[in-house]
């Protein structure tokens, strides 16, 4: 069984509020990973628990 992997090729820009990065910035250092990060986990978990991503 072969699994397709994707690379991360798609870029996202967006502007933000600054005290939403500063506690964006606090909560990705808290569990150790870069903000790009630490938004993707964010994201990825909310998507599958709509049921947009398996």
């Known amino acids: 069984m072969s ?3 994707e690379t991360r090729s798609a870029p996202l820009g ?3 509020l600054p ?3 500063k506690a ?3 909560a ?3 569990d ?3 903000v790009a990060s630490y938004v993707e986990k964010l994201l990825t978990e909310h ?3 709509k049921g947009y991503l398996k």
């Open 3 to 5: 699994e397709t992997r």
């Open 14 to 16: 967006l502007r933000i």
């Open 19 to 21: 005290s939403v990065k």
């Open 24 to 26: 964006l910035e606090e």
């Open 28 to 30: 990705a250092a808290e």
């Open 32 to 34: 150790h990973r870069p």
């Open 47 to 49: 998507l599958k628990a």
